[in-house]
């Protein structure tokens, strides 16, 4: 007990202390400070005077008022909610069921499976930007939210099934099994013993196909030519090379398109880490 | 509680398994694929066949008109000695990818690694407070992220410029260092790595909680000082993560599209900052040559996987699968 009176008073020891104070704000300071540039930049009455200053000049929500309105972002994301929450739906869905199947199964190709879900992810989408426009173009899917909600599919199922593979194992067999003993058939057994289980992981990966569909941005600029389909994404881009200098109205709009993002990835940071190293590390 | 010879749970015991009629022993063995079926047709019509489609385009002279009339045109491996033999491959696109992915993934993994030990050392409040910060970091989507990257560093306006004016460095305005490859990649690089190391962070932040705290303890008895341990009870401890991490930001940096794509010149309009996605991008939807640009991805779909199977050789072990 002495020694660590003694030590908590040592100089060394108040050194490491002011040593994670410093890297304490360090982190906080990067972490935040572009989202903070941005948020201040979209409030500030004009931006292009502020200079070296990191306060903004006062206090405005005009910048926010003109891009929602005037510059149609209501209309852009009314589409890309539309199409993220129907990525989110289907890829849930999808995922949840394959996942069963390689968690609960030992079948023949179980490992190529797999194998072969790990593999995709590899697969960069961005080449498949020129056969999938193609393929688009010929079944009329430009143009259309649909055909980009099931071209996210393809985005957001790998890794929702890698994920969700980790919740699944995660449960207990026995609880399965008690379900079949008291007479439980498999879909009453999957609906009111596995699902609820699983559902912390369901809203991880949900969260994480939201977010991939909302932040896409390739196939919607390849996909959307018309103003009316644009999603978030491809408004901004438009709008900034529209108004190349008009910084308060492109950061109002990422701050518009980052915000619920954020909010997301906060609220499920817990879980969100835990799945991924489940899909990495569990066997 | 009564265990019937209806229970479907698998009987552990080889003779009761042989007498599982032949049906319900086929729907049990269907059942996996029915469950999967799903999945395998959506991944096989996205991404096998466009995959594939992608590999029989480049072997095609494939134009807008071709797109029109909906023929083909085969040339056999023309683009592909085109692209191989241009010397702007060779000395422009493959050095900005290839050179900006590697500084990319060290400068990413370092940070993370460093930001996840520090973290450890936090107590819980912090820790979790911390965790926040970066999390907001990792969730700024790469179209706003890279606005904003954009803004800080815009030549006349933006606060680096003024920052730099104001300490009498340089004049804002003076210099439009998006002109310049070497700029114009420092900035894409700070922009990425901000945005990749905390998942880096978070993920090893995980592997650490998972290695036993004995291991460091009987480390220290043996008189390990931290450098060593990190080495030999850290390292190999969070291996199997490390090893993903590496991976996906191996991956995650090669393909780097939307970030440069978005910086000024970065569409293609300035040809000395292209990389392979943006070149197979504007060669089939500014120039109308698919062919090309199908060329052009499916080298970097190659180069890509190359690596992925050589990191999964060297850093994975078949049994982490």
Redesign the interface.
Known sequence: MRTAASARRSPRRTAVRVG?FL??VL??G???F??Y??LS?AVDPN??????SLLPHGFTLEHFRFVLFDAGFVHYLKNSAVVALATVLISA???L??S???A??R?RL??Q????????????L??????????A??LHLLNSLAGLV??Y??FS??FA?WNLRGFVQAVPKEL??AA??DGA??SRMFFSVLLPLVTPGLVATSVFSF?TA??E??FAL?FMQEGSKYT??VG??TF?TQNT?N?GA??AA??I??VP??I???LV?GR???G??QG??K? | ?T?GTE???PPATAPARRRVPVRRRLTR?A???V??A???I??AV??????V??VM?SLQDYRLRN?IR?DSNYVGLENFTKVLTSDFLWSTVLPNTVGFAVVCVVLTMLVGIV?AL??N??GRA?RS?????????????????T???V??F?PL?G?VA??L??LGIMEAGSWNWFDDRWAFYAIATANVV?HGF?FIA??V???LG?VPRELYEAAALDGAGAVTRFRSVTVPGIR??LA?CIILST?WD??V??QI??MPGGDGTNRSVMNL?VW??SE??AQGL?GM??AI??L??VL??VI?VVYMRTLMKE???
């Not at chain 1, 961005?126 to 393929?135: G, N, S, T």
């Not at chain 2, 407070?129 to 992220?145: L, N, S």
């Open positions: 994670k890297g304490v982190i906080l990067v972490s935040l572009p989202f540039w941005m930049t931006p292009l005077g502020r200079g070296a869905a999808v995922a069921l394959a069963v199947a390689v609960r199964f079948f179980r490992t499976v797999l194998i072969l879900v790990l593999l995709v992810q590899m697969v960069p961005e080449a498949l930007v020129i056969p999938l426009f193609l393929q173009r010929n099931v071209v599919l393809a199922l790998p099934i399965e099994e079949y003993v058939n498999w977010i909302w932040d941005f390739i390849t978030v994404g901004l881009r900034f200098a910084w492109v950061m990422s701050t398109i980052a993002v954020v997301f990835f906060v940071q969100l880490a835990s991924l190293t990495a590390v066997g | 509680m265990v229970a479907p749970s063995g059942a996996p694929w469950l999967l799903p999945a395998l959506l991944l996205l991404l096998l066949w466009p995959l489609r992608v385009l797109l909906g930001v520090f973290l050392t936090l912090w407070i911390c965790t926040a910060a970066i999390m907001v970091a990792w969730a700024v989507p790469a179209i706003t992220g606005y904003v990257f803004w800080l815009d306006n606060l003024n920052t004016d104001a901000y905390p978070v993920t932040l995980a592997g998972t199997p993560i993903v991956i090669f393909k599209f939307t794509y978005l996605g197979s991008y089939s939807f698919y640009g199908s991805a499916v970097l779909t890509l996987l992925s049994d982490e699968l």
